[in-house]
C-alpha cells in the first residue's frame, strides 16, 4: 500500500483551538475557519494594538468561544491589558470583557467560566461576564480542565483542588511541596508532576505515587494505573507499586536527557515519543510492540483507529498502528525547520500546526 499526503488548505495563521464546526487561527485577531476549506467565517480584527502575540482561546464549544489576552509590552505600541473576552460564535463580537490577571487559562462548565481573576483568585463568570463567585485559596496560576466534572488547580506546590461550577470544593488533596510541579488532566485522571509524580483519578482518588530521577516526565492516567514516560524506561505504577517497566528503546545507560515528551494509551496500545523517535507497548505488562526512530526525535503523538500520527523536526510521519510501519511521511530535511505538531484529525485528515506559524489540513490518500 502507497499512501501520500495532501495538502487540502494552507492559512497563514497559528491554530489556536477546534470544535467540531469551527478552527480557531489568530494572526492580528482572531479568525473562525470552516474545518473543510479553511475559509474565514468571520474576522475579530478590532481588539487591541498589538495583541497577535498575546491571545489565546481559553475555552471553545460549539456555543461560546472565549479568549484571554496578555501583558503586551512592544516597541511602538501601547500595553495591551490581561483580560477575558467573550466572542459570539457567528459573528466575532465582543460580548463582554472582564480584565484579569496575568496568569493563564480558563474552563467552560455548564454556562460558567472557571478563570482566573485579578490577584490570582479563581472566580466564577456569568455568561453576560459579571463575576458570580470567586474563591481566594492563594495564588493561582492556571485553572485546568477534566472531562466536564470540574476545574483543578494548585493554590500551592502542595495543594492540589477541584471545584465544580458553583465554586464548591469537590475534593482537595496535599503531596509532597516542591518548587514546581506541573498539572494537567490527561486519560482517565490528574497527573500531577515534577521530581515527584503524583496521579488521582476524578474522583479523587490516588492512582499513583512515583518518585522520579528526573524532572517533570510524562504520564497517563488509565483507570487505576498511571503509565509514566521518563526519559530512560516507561513503567506502569499503582499506588507506589511498579507493575512494569520497559526501557526506552536507544536510550543510553547512564546518559540523562530530555527524552520523556508524551505517552498516549488507546485500547491495546501505549504509545510514546521519546528523543530517539517512537515506540508502542502494551499496556498490560510493558511489551514492546515496535520502534521507529524519527531524524532528531519525536514529539507529539495522536492515535486515530489504525493510524498513529507522530511529529518530530521538520515534519511527521503516519504509522499503521499494529505493526508501526510508516505508510506516509512528510519531512523536510532541515533540523532547524521546528515541530509541526498535529493537533486534530479524523477520518484519515489532521490538522497541523506548521513550524512557520501556519496552520494545514493535510489529507491522507491511497
Do not use: K
Not at 130 to 153: C, I, K, L, Y
Not at 223 to 240: S, W
Request: aromatic content about 8%; charged content about 20%.
Amino acid at each position: 500500500m502507497t499512501d501520500s499526503l495532501e495538502i487540502v488548505w494552507d492559512a497563514p495563521a497559528p491554530v489556536m483551538s477546534v470544535t467540531a464546526s469551527i478552527i480557531y487561527t489568530h494572526w492580528i485577531g482572531v479568525q473562525a475557519r470552516r474545518p473543510d476549506s479553511g475559509d474565514v467565517l468571520w474576522e475579530s480584527a478590532d481588539l487591541d494594538p498589538g495583541i497577535a502575540f498575546g491571545i489565546g482561546v481559553v475555552a471553545a464549544t460549539e456555543r461560546r468561544c472565549v479568549v484571554q489576552t496578555g501583558d503586551i509590552h512592544r516597541s511602538g505600541l501601547p500595553p495591551v491589558s490581561p483580560a477575558y473576552r467573550e466572542l459570539s460564535v457567528s459573528t466575532g463580537e465582543e460580548l463582554w470583557r472582564l480584565d484579569t490577571g496575568p496568569a493563564g487559562g480558563a474552563v467552560l462548565l455548564d454556562e460558567t467560566l472557571v478563570g482566573i481573576g485579578r490577584e490570582g483568585e479563581v472566580v466564577g463568570i456569568a455568561p453576560d461576564g459579571t463575576v458570580a463567585w470567586s474563591r481566594r485559596d492563594g495564588v493561582v496560576h492556571e485553572v485546568v480542565p477534566t472531562d466536564g466534572t470540574g476545574a483543578a488547580f494548585s493554590p500551592g506546590p502542595e495543594r492540589l483542588v477541584l471545584i465544580d461550577a458553583q465554586g464548591t470544593i469537590l475534593w482537595e488533596r496535599q503531596h509532597e511541596p516542591e518548587q514546581f510541579r506541573y498539572v494537567q488532566y490527561i486519560g482517565e485522571g490528574l497527573f500531577v508532576t515534577g521530581r515527584t509524580v503524583d496521579a488521582y483519578s476524578i474522583g479523587g482518588e490516588r492512582v499513583a505515587h512515583y518518585r522520579s530521577d528526573d524532572p517533570s516526565p510524562a504520564g497517563f492516567v488509565l483507570g487505576d494505573v498511571c503509565i509514566v514516560l521518563a526519559p530512560q524506561e516507561l513503567l506502569a505504577v499503582r499506588g507506589e507499586e511498579v507493575l512494569w517497566r520497559t526501557p526506552v528503546p536507544g536510550a543510553r545507560s547512564g546518559v540523562r536527557s530530555a527524552a520523556c515528551n508524551e505517552v498516549r494509551v488507546d485500547g491495546d496500545i501505549c504509545v510514546a515519543t521519546t528523543s530517539r523517535g517512537v515506540f508502542a507497548v502494551e499496556p498490560a505488562d510493558g511489551r514492546v510492540l515496535w520502534t521507529s526512530e524519527f531524524p532528531n526525535g519525536a514529539d507529539v503523538v495522536v492515535i486515530d483507529g489504525d493510524l498513529i500520527f507522530t511529529n518530530g523536526l521538520g515534519g511527521f510521519r503516519v504509522h499503521e498502528r499494529t505493526s508501526g510501519h510508516v505508510v506516509a511521511s512528510w519531512l523536510i530535511d532541515d533540523p532547524q525547520a521546528g515541530f509541526h505538531r498535529p493537533v486534530a484529525m479524523g477520518n484519515g485528515r489532521i490538522l497541523v500546526a506548521l513550524a512557520n506559524g501556519n496552520t494545514a489540513l493535510v489529507w491522507l490518500t491511497q
